[in-house]
């Protein structure tokens, strides 16, 4: 009890104050939409710090007979009542200009740029650090996480055919600075300020950074049609799928010097689903495939140690049947197979961890007031 309590004892706030002046223009053809937002953010954060120190530990040692009830409660209280605070701004500029061209009523183009921003989770910046003096390693989050940012640029076109259907191919760049991730092989180092007031001089860290850069370039295809032109019950099915190809590349850094991979955390290079649906007189069913390639999950200094989410294939059915104009029961299988919800590996291919998800049922009454 004490240790959760220490633990959640959190308290985070952050306050982002912004203005947007966006305009539009219509040329012809052409279509202009342009605007910039400003923001500034605020954090300040409180958590728990978690050490025992050599004080501590000598005490723990020099303990005669059985540990009590109220000398475990004290060395607990000892080891997480410690607190850490830390507070961060940052102010960010996001222009954004977007040009669409119809030359024809079936054919759009496009063509935008837009800056954006991605924040680092509420997690990360909550102070807590964990440290171990026998293995001499701390794991800490970084209150000074700043947010990643991205130059995105994207062209696409869209061909609109009769009676109800769409196919669409773009390609898009993202130039990202700034980039979170996370890692180890960092060594504290000496001085007042070397983040922990001095203290852990030599201890290994492992926390998030901002890394350098980042690029992600890919692919879109995009298919879409509903088979009104079928005779009868025919007309009621569908299909659609889509294609995205990513390749990435990264510069963290690593001791002071920037390390160049071709793997960014978090960016598939491979992602495709397809499905088939059937929708006639309150009968709706669809069934959903997705594939998502195996993509990095965390880097590391350390070749050995990057980790990866596997390859993962689903099959999900939703199906709905209506009773009348106010009510419906519906039925949906999610992950049919029992394909893994999450499996990861180190880079050799080394298995690291794998949770299962059984397929999920879900079924109901929906009835409309």
Same mark, same amino acid.
């Given at each position: 009890?004490?240790?959760?309590?220490?633990? /959640?004892?959190?308290?985070?706030?952050?306050?982002?104050?912004?203005?947007?002046?966006?305009?539009?223009?219509?040329?012809?053809?052409?279509?202009?939409?342009?605007?910039?937002?400003?923001?500034?953010?605020?954090?300040?954060?409180?958590?728990?710090?978690?050490?025992?120190?050599?004080?501590?530990?000598?005490?723990?040692?020099?303990?005669?007979?059985?540990?009590?009830?109220?000398?475990?409660?004290?060395?607990?209280?000892?080891?997480?009542?410690?607190?850490?605070?830390?507070?961060?701004?940052?102010?960010?500029?996001?222009?954004?200009?977007?040009?669409?061209?119809?030359?024809?009523?079936?054919?759009? /183009?496009?063509?935008?740029?837009?800056?954006?921003?991605?924040?680092?989770?509420?997690?990360?910046?909550?102070?807590?650090?964990?440290?171990?003096?026998?293995?001499?390693?701390?794991?800490?989050?970084?209150?000074?996480?700043?947010?990643?940012?991205?130059?995105?640029?994207?062209?696409?076109?869209?061909?609109?055919?009769?009676?109800?259907?769409?196919?669409?191919?773009?390609?898009?760049?993202?130039?990202?600075?700034?980039?979170?991730?996370?890692?180890?092989?960092?060594?504290?180092?000496?001085?007042?300020?070397?983040?922990?007031?001095?203290?852990?001089? /030599?201890?290994?860290?492992?926390?998030?950074?901002?890394?350098?850069?980042?690029?992600?370039?890919?692919?879109?295809?995009?298919?879409?049609?509903?088979?009104?032109?079928?005779?009868?019950?025919?007309?009621?099915?569908?299909?659609?799928?889509?294609?995205?190809?990513?390749?990435?590349?990264?510069?963290?850094?690593?001791? /002071?010097?920037?390390?160049?991979?071709?793997?960014?955390?978090?960016?598939?290079?491979?992602?495709?689903?397809?499905?088939?649906?059937?929708?006639?007189?309150?009968?709706?069913?669809?069934?959903?495939?997705?594939?998502?390639?195996?993509?990095?999950?965390?880097?590391?200094?350390?070749?050995?140690?990057?980790?990866?989410?596997?390859?993962?294939?689903?099959?999900?059915?939703?199906?709905?049947?209506?009773?009348?104009?106010?009510?419906?029961?519906?039925?949906?299988?999610?992950?049919?197979?029992?394909?893994?919800?999450?499996?990861?590996?180190?880079?050799?291919?080394?298995?690291?961890?794998?949770?299962?998800?059984?397929?999920?049922?879900?079924?109901?009454?929906?009835?409309?007031?």
């Amino acid at each position: 009890n004490i240790t959760t309590r220490a633990n /959640g004892n959190q308290d985070f706030e952050e306050r982002i104050s912004a203005g947007y002046l966006m305009g539009q223009v219509q040329l012809g053809k052409f279509s202009v939409l342009s605007g910039v937002r400003i923001e500034k953010t605020e954090t300040d954060g409180e958590g728990a710090l978690v050490t025992i120190t050599p004080e501590e530990r000598a005490r723990r040692a020099a303990w005669v007979g059985t540990v009590t009830d109220a000398e475990l409660r004290r060395r607990t209280l000892e080891e997480y009542s410690r607190r850490a605070t830390n507070r961060g701004s940052y102010r960010d500029v996001l222009p954004g200009l977007h040009v669409k061209y119809s030359p024809t009523r079936n054919v759009v /183009g496009r063509l935008s740029y837009a800056k954006n921003i991605g924040r680092p989770g509420i997690g990360e910046l909550v102070p807590r650090t964990t440290v171990d003096d026998n293995e001499r390693d701390i794991t800490a989050t970084n209150p000074g996480l700043l947010p990643q940012i991205a130059d995105n640029f994207d062209a696409s076109v869209e061909y609109y055919f009769e009676p109800a259907g769409v196919l669409s191919a773009g390609v898009f760049l993202k130039e990202i600075s700034r980039f979170i991730y996370r890692a180890g092989g960092a060594t504290v180092g000496t001085g007042a300020d070397n983040g922990f007031g001095g203290n852990y001089a /030599g201890y290994d860290l492992v926390t998030s950074y901002n890394g350098g850069t980042a690029k992600v370039k890919g692919l879109e295809l995009s298919y879409n049609q509903q088979f009104t032109f079928l005779p009868g019950r025919w007309s009621g099915f569908g299909a659609h799928a889509t294609y995205t190809k990513m390749e990435t590349s990264g510069q963290y850094a690593s001791g /002071g010097a920037l390390v160049t991979t071709r793997e960014v955390p978090g960016f598939n290079p491979f992602v495709a689903n397809a499905g088939l649906s059937y929708i006639h007189r309150g009968v709706t069913v669809r069934l959903q495939y997705n594939y998502t390639g195996r993509f990095l999950r965390a880097y590391s200094a350390n070749d050995s140690r990057l980790q990866y989410n596997k390859a993962r294939r689903t099959v999900d059915l939703r199906t709905r049947f209506s009773l009348s104009r106010r009510t419906d029961v519906y039925l949906d299988v999610a992950n049919i197979f029992n394909e893994p919800d999450s499996a990861s590996e180190f880079g050799a291919g080394r298995p690291r961890q794998v949770k299962r998800m059984s397929p999920l049922f879900s079924f109901g009454v929906n009835a409309r007031l």
